[in-house]
């Protein structure tokens, strides 16, 4: 359950949004995204929330100001960062380097981090629009800014830090890269420890295009069931946004689940694979519809040569476990940690460029959402780790689920619960009624109750 209570008020006074442009001038130029960039399922915003403490050792000194003339100085590093978004020819998106700036709020309000939740914070946030105003018109990914952000200094002297990155510029990792140049702008070094590298031709489709893999991640099946999935997500004032936590009791208790020769399958798998059949169950799919769990999987290490440090462009894919629900439901727990960990293991730099090939081929198409969930660890991300000089966020990952219109998009972020202990933070939307079925479905798979006897023999196997 979120730790925030969904029924706090407070009020935040903002000063009028401002342009932050890089501190010296920075070259103009038009730089192309790449075709893995630019496509239908990364065209949204995706807001970051960090949440800090007072720090008694840096008495006297204002987040924000600190805060934006970092900003400032590391935008000289990221100059493409401060320009804006054109679309060409066959839909392709390219940087204008313009040096305009980033949208940047200085604000305060009447409130302190512990009646945020204290230590065990999760998502949503209450009155996240607050923290992170939506200025008018910037919502757009082209012709608008492609940072904004707010930094709210509380009553308590902590601050909160919100950011909305244009999904189309980076990735997790490089978003990652770009806000730890920040801090360090921040704590007063002169020079990245990263240097940014653009390179989005490294990712550009090949000519001729060709695909070469099978990636049903892009299918477009029809959506035969109303009321399954989709339909229901229409509107998403129907939608419930809840957190949950899962520390080492209880991943150690999904484990026992799993059969020996799954022993080797990593905590992301094991966690997705508990998610997905609770979920699935949860918004009662009938036994006859296949449903898809579409894994982000980072491909940075599997390029040959290694794509270069501090690549900040987006390098994943989602390639898609299928399966009907009846046997993702009826099979033992490790049929579905299996599929996962084997669409995981497709992903090689053939698979990426074979994805830049079917998006010029296909137009940019957009990823199947028909009885489908994303799943994405934002751990290594480490947003929890950027620090400004007030050491490390209480809480530092995506302030809710979803993806643009798609809600079906869980993150996994490093949390605490309220005893202290580490472990998990995810965040799902479903219809209320779902919701609690999916809290019970949790619950009886955590208590090892309701599961079908693990035999690696009485798997029923879908193809892929």
């Known amino acids: 359950m979120a730790s925030s209570s969904p029924s706090l008020m407070f009020t935040v006074r903002r000063c009028q949004p401002e342009l932050v ?48 003339q970092a900003l400032a100085k590391t935008l000289v590093f990221y100059y493409p960062f401060a320009g804006r978004l054109r679309e060409g020819p066959d839909r392709k998106l390219m940087v204008d380097c313009t040096g305009e700036g980033v949208m940047f709020i200085e604000a305060d309000a009447d409130v302190t981090l512990y009646q945020f939740g204290g230590e065990a914070l999760q998502p949503p946030f209450p009155c996240f629009q607050e923290l992170l105003y939506n200025v008018p018109e910037t919502e757009e990914i082209t012709n608008t800014p492609l940072l904004l952000i707010q930094v709210t200094r509380l009553r308590c002297g902590g601050f909160i830090l919100a950011t909305r990155m244009n999904h189309t510029m980076s990735d997790g990792a490089g978003l990652s890269q770009f806000m730890n140049t920040w801090a360090e702008m921040a704590r007063g070094v002169k020079s990245p420890s990263i240097v940014p590298v653009w390179r989005r031709e490294l990712l550009m489709a090949r000519d001729p295009p060709r695909i070469t893999c099978n990636h049903r991640e892009y299918e477009h099946v029809p959506d035969t069931k109303e009321g399954t999935i989709t339909s229901s997500y229409d509107n998403d004032n129907n939608m419930v946004h809840r957190s949950f936590f899962l520390g080492p009791v209880e991943i150690a208790a999904l484990r026992r689940l799993i059969p020996h020769n799954l022993k080797y399958c990593t905590t992301f798998d094991i966690i997705t ?3 997905w059949r609770c979920r699935t169950k949860a918004l009662q799919i009938e036994a006859d519809e296949d449903v898809r769990m579409m894994c982000i999987v980072n491909a940075r290490a599997r390029f040959n040569p290694p794509l270069p440090v501090g690549y900040y462009g987006n390098v994943f894919a989602y390639p898609a476990a299928i399966t009907t629900a009846g046997k993702l439901c009826g099979n033992p727990f490790g049929y579905a940690v299996e599929l996962i960990n084997k669409v995981k293991r497709e992903v090689t730099e053939e698979y990426m460029h074979s994805v830049a090939d079917l998006l010029v081929i296909k137009g940019r198409c957009l990823f199947n959402t ?11 991300a480490k947003f929890r780790n950027v620090d400004f000089g007030w050491g490390d966020a209480v809480f530092g990952g995506p302030a809710k689920c979803g993806a643009g219109a798609f809600p079906g998009v869980s993150y996994f972020t490093p949390g605490k619960n309220a005893k202290g202990e580490e472990g998990i933070i995810f965040a799902i939307g479903l219809p209320d009624e779902a919701m609690e079925r999916f809290a019970k479905e949790l619950n009886d798979m955590l208590r090892n109750q309701n599961q079908p006897q693990t035999s690696g023999a009485n798997f029923i196997m879908s193809s892929l």
Not at 42 to 50: C, T
Not at 370 to 380: K, Q, T
């Open 21 to 68: 442009a890089p501190a010296t001038p920075t070259p103009h130029q038009l730089k192309p995204l790449s075709d893995i960039d630019d496509q239908d399922g990364f065209r949204f915003q995706v807001p970051i929330i960090q949440i800090y403490h007072n720090q008694p050792s840096m008495a006297g000194k204002d987040p924000v100001e600190v805060i934006r």
């Open 273 to 275: 694979a508990c998610l």
């Open 370 to 380: 028909v009885r489908s969930y994303i799943v994405s660890d934002l751990s290594r």
